[in-house]
């Protein structure tokens, strides 16, 4: 079965800082990657998702992330935080079928709090 | 346009009573997926249902729990006799399932937030 481990429960930055959240997937086959955000009190944003080609994908907000088959990672970025990216990020990877759709369930990290210091 | 919607936002009950929670999809998706977020187990897929087919169940916790999706629209979640275990935010997804090798982003409704009892 599919796994995803975000490692950071927690992570702090300044305003203007770099981010790098951290996210390690267990699948068999190809994995659907997402990652979404979360404000307090509000539904899940999708940020970005990788799906085949280019493993650099770039998403909304300035983020991007990276996918690394050799290290089952898709870690998010972004160069320059700002005040508003405080929330919780989920990573999460999708399950395919044989056609190679992506279909059914999305199983999810624990997620990522993010804080902003001024 | 209209992004995935659900009522009510807030749910109070009283342990034992069953509760129907709803949710509104994008329109023309195929696709509608209930999650449940909790503190203590994150977030867990429940139940997925696509187009015709028969649902995966695979995540009902229980059998207190169902749900149903009427004329390929709109979907109830139903938990019957509920626990204080019940007790989380309930998230609804849609999708729009195209052909093979084409993506099938889930857009989320803002939850139901369950408290019981």
Known sequence: AQSVTQPDIHITVSEGASLELRCNYSYGATPYLFWYVQSPGQGLQLLLKYFSGDTLVQGIKGFEAEFKRSQSSFNLRKPSVHWSDAAEYFCAVGTTNAGGTSYGKLTFGQGTILTVHP | GAGVSQSPSNKVTEKGKDVELRCDPISGHTALYWYRQSLGQGLEFLIYFQGNSAPDKSGLPSDRF????????????????????????????????????????????????????
């Open chain 2, 66 to 117: 169902s749900a149903e999706r009427t004329g390929g629209s709109v979907s109830t979640l139903t938990i019957q006799r509920t626990q204080q275990e019940d007790s989380a935010v309930y998230l609804c997804a849609s999708s729009l399932v195209r052909l093979a090798g084409e993506t099938d982003t889930q857009y989320f409704g803002p939850g139901t937030r369950l408290t019981v009892l």
